[in-house]
């Protein structure tokens, strides 16, 4: 079962606004993934490995989204490879960002936020729709 993470419409990405899904575990959602880029390679005729650290991927995550409107979802998908600010619920974000109040419910802001793409899209009988939204971090945001 699918249910809204955050009740109110105010999670958004630029100016707009959508809620967010999640079928997970009613306890925590996952969070932001950042892939280590490394190399072992085994030098032969020796018991010895050798490892390259190569750095790391750009933090990104996904998320499962309800916007009200087809509007709206066309709005965001104007936005796909787009850079703006991510706003999410406080409570399923542990990076830092900026901290806002929005009727007495705490939201983080992250600025230099991509919008990667757009997936899963479903046209629900009221007129909202469903889609999956790929998120990356331009910049290195300390959790």
């Known amino acids: 079962m699918t249910t809204l993470f955050a009740q109110t419409r105010l999670c958004g990405f630029g100016d707009v606004k959508f809620g967010v899904l ?3 575990d009613p306890y925590g959602m996952p969070g932001w993934a950042q892939e280590s880029y490394a190399n072992t390679v085994h030098i032969p005729g020796g018991n010895v490995n050798e490892t390259f650290l190569m750095g790391l991927s750009p933090l990104t995550i996904t998320y499962d989204l309800v916007l009200d409107t087809k509007d709206d979802y066309r709005a965001l998908a104007a936005l796909q ?6 706003t999410v619920y406080t409570a399923m974000c542990e990076l830092a960002g900026r901290e806002v109040v929005l009727f007495g419910q705490a939201y983080t802001e992250l600025d230099n936020t991509l919008l990667i793409g757009l997936s899963r899209q479903m046209v629900r009988v009221d007129g909202a729709v469903e889609c999956s939204a790929t998120f990356q971090l331009d910049e290195v945001v300390s959790a």
């Not at 490879?81 to 991510?86: D, F, H, I, K, R």
């Open 22 to 24: 999640w079928g997970g």
């Open 81 to 86: 490879q787009a850079s703006g600010t991510l």
